[in-house]
T-cell receptor, first 114, second 113 residues
């Protein structure tokens, strides 16, 4: 059974810093990995999707990497801003037979101090 | 392009009642999936519909059921509500199952008293 872990659970940094959020998964047989952002009480906003054959994806100040063999992904946020404060979730789609949907981690709660 | 929309946004029910939540998928998306998110937790997969057929299900009891319509909109029905069913219910759509990027709605917040 696929399990996704995100470290740290919470992070507070001053504005302007570069930071890295970590995601690990137990079964490397995946179709893809997706990073999301969630504001309090709201739905999920897709940030980046990495297919299993890809190593990284970039969008603006965000860069996500994928090392499928070691079961790890990182989300790098450059020059953080207070508006980046949110919970960041990573999720994978496993290939283990049938449509199992996304398996999510519990998220990293990020606070950017002005 | 219209995003994923869900209704209602909030609702309160009592134990034993039944609830129906609705979702309109993003234009052109034929795959819809539903997730339950308890407070402080990551979303948990309930089930997925592709072209009106359920093609995947998570670890949820049969009292959680769904439908997908010809226009690819979807419903989630929960019977015999329990207190633990209180959660944010999220709908997501994608162009294709499995490999497609998922786009989520704002969710329906269900409180069971």
């Amino acid at each position: 059974k696929q399990e996704v872990t995100q470290i740290p659970a919470a992070l507070s940094v001053p504005e302007g810093e570069n930071l890295v959020l970590n995601c690990s998964f137990t079964d490397s047989a995946i179709y893809n990995l997706q990073w999301f952002r969630q504001d309090p009480g709201k739905g999920l906003t897709s940030l980046l999707l990495i297919q299993s054959s890809q190593r990284e994806q970039t969008s603006g100040r965000l860069n996500a990497s994928l090392d499928k063999s070691s079961g790890r992904s990182t989300l790098y946020i450059a020059a953080s801003q207070p508006g980046d404060s949110a919970t960041y979730l990573c999720a994978v789609v496993s290939t283990g037979g049938g449509a199992d949907g996304l398996t999510f981690g519990k998220g990293t709660h990020l606070i950017i101090q002005p | 392009e219209t995003g994923v929309t869900q209704s209602p946004t909030h609702l309160i029910k009592t134990r034993g009642q039944q609830v129906t939540l609705r979702c309109s998928s993003q234009s052109g998306h034929n795959t819809v999936s539903w997730y339950q998110q308890a407070l402080g937790q990551g979303p948990q997969f309930i089930f997925q519909y592709y072209r009106e057929e359920e093609n995947g299900r998570g670890n949820f009891p049969p009292r959680f059921s769904g439908l997908q319509f010809p226009n690819y909109s979807s419903e989630l029905n929960v019977n015999a509500l329990e207190l633990d069913d209180s959660a944010l219910y999220l709908c997501a759509s994608s162009l294709v199952p499995l490999t497609g990027e998922l786009f989520f709605g704002e969710g329906s917040r269900l409180t069971v008293l």
